[in-house]
């Protein structure tokens, strides 16, 4: 789970970046992705390094 901060901070981020202004919902499912993504690239270093 992201912290409303954090939330509040991507928000900010995507409107001054790109011009986009999101709902909360969809910043939610942003951020999720970007820790899924995250998480993803994490597991694949991992496992490429202990080969």
């Known amino acids: 789970m992201v912290s409303q901060q ?3 901070e991507l928000k900010k981020i995507i409107e001054e970046d790109y011009g986009i ?4 919902a969809e910043v939610m499912e942003v ?3 970007l ?3 995250a998480e993803t690239a994490m597991k694949i ?3 490429t390094n202990s080969s």
Do not use: N, S, Y
């Open 45 to 47: 270093e991992t496992e």
């Open 35 to 37: 820790v899924q993504f």
């Open 21 to 24: 202004e999101l709902i909360l």
């Open 6 to 8: 954090l939330l509040l």
């Open 31 to 33: 951020a999720t992705t």
